[in-house]
């Protein structure tokens, strides 16, 4: 497959089919995860590979206390997510599909075929893990698999994760994603983006840049 | 280019030549970006190409008081990033070469042709934001452009950087990462990494997956 059409097509797939995915795509999944750069090349990571129902079951059950926490949290228990608060009908529907698809997501997780749990440590920046994360997933679109990022789980209940896999909890590990994965049930396609021009300074803030494209790179 | 070999392939470039890189580049780079997924599709980013050899000064000094501090703070000042505590020879002098790469570029970060100054808000997860920065990233190497990320600008000198780039202080937009974009001085390849059966277990901590991947997808 060509990278732009990984990059312009790999969208969060949260609905996905129980079938499962093949060893072989999940072990090249993880292979191409790793060779993305890290701070210092530290590799501070750690992968577990989550395929047995009775742990997704108890992985299921953890994710929906903390989505709910988290929808009630920033959305107030909103269960359109803030769609009321939109002001633009377009994207206010947009974020009802999103939102609907999330709670999808929620109430399936453990049906979900195969989840990598994502940690790291001795990473001063925090943010050194994500290359590896976007990698898997691109992977993945490369193989037909859907993925989607989660961090709710790392961020509102790790020490239920934690123990439900046996992770040690004094050597300094913290679960940065949960990427759930599976044969996607919608289609493949180009998401809409607000344009370059619209998101893209030239030099110093505000100074518009005019970049328009006039096709995308890649189009089904 | 295939996807494989981008995800393989595409490692922390910092020395770089200081010929321009085309505009053209730098849209596609950034229209690659947009097309990441962001958290319920929030698009809360903003991209600053740098190319004004004004602009690139003064964020080069900064940069260097921020990897300074950096240096300072997580390794004692030791200019050898921490090597001498290595206990294993050859991974120490990875960490000699890679701490003497990390000063080249501090020391010439204003003399690297583009700096993609990548801006987010609005994200409780704080790390929505990594899919597109690693999507540019990609985007460059598949035209021949060797990217590194930086974090510290953003961590640790961020007023500084705002002021240079008059970046709005009370809108709630904090600087996530500085990519920084040339043509590579030194050659692509596949980095070597710890293999996937020492950082991936099965279903839970501890629990070996023996995946070893006899070839890499992708080698030169």
């Known amino acids: 497959m060509d990278v732009f059409e990984a990059l312009y097509t790999t969208r969060a797939m949260r609905r ?3 079938d499962p995915i093949p060893e072989d795509i999940l072990k090249q999944m ?3 995860g790793i060779r993305a ?3 210092s090349n530290r590799q501070g990571w750690k992968f577990i590979v989550v395929t047995d129902q009775k742990i997704k079951n108890q992985l299921g059950d953890s994710y ?3 989505w709910d926490f988290y929808v009630k949290e920033f959305y107030g228990g909103s269960a359109d997510m803030g769609a009321s608060n939109v002001p633009n009908d377009e994207k206010a529907e947009q974020v009802v599909r999103i939102s609907k698809s999330a709670a999808w997501l929620s109430e399936n997780f453990h049906k979900v075929p195969a ?10 920046t925090g943010s050194s893990i994500y290359p590896a994360i ?3 997933m691109l992977a993945g679109r490369a193989h037909g698999i859907g993925t989607c990022l989660t961090t709710v789980l790392g961020m509102f ?3 239920k994760a934690f123990e439900i896999l046996n992770i040690p909890n004094d050597k300094g590990w913290k679960i940065d994603a949960v990427i759930t994965a599976g044969y996607p049930l919608g289609k ?3 998401a809409d983006r607000n344009p370059v021009d619209e998101v893209t300074y030239l030099n110093t803030w505000g100074n518009e840049t005019n970049w328009n494209l006039e096709n995308p790179l890649w189009s089904y």
């Open 37 to 39: 750069p890290s701070g």
């Open 115 to 124: 989840m990598f749990v994502v940690l790291s440590r001795n990473d001063p």
């Open 16 to 18: 996905v089919s129980e």
């Open 30 to 32: 993880v292979d191409a």
């Open 188 to 190: 493949w396609g180009v």
């Open 157 to 159: 209940k790790p020490e």
């Open 134 to 136: 976007w990698s898997i």
């Open 64 to 66: 929906r206390e903390a």
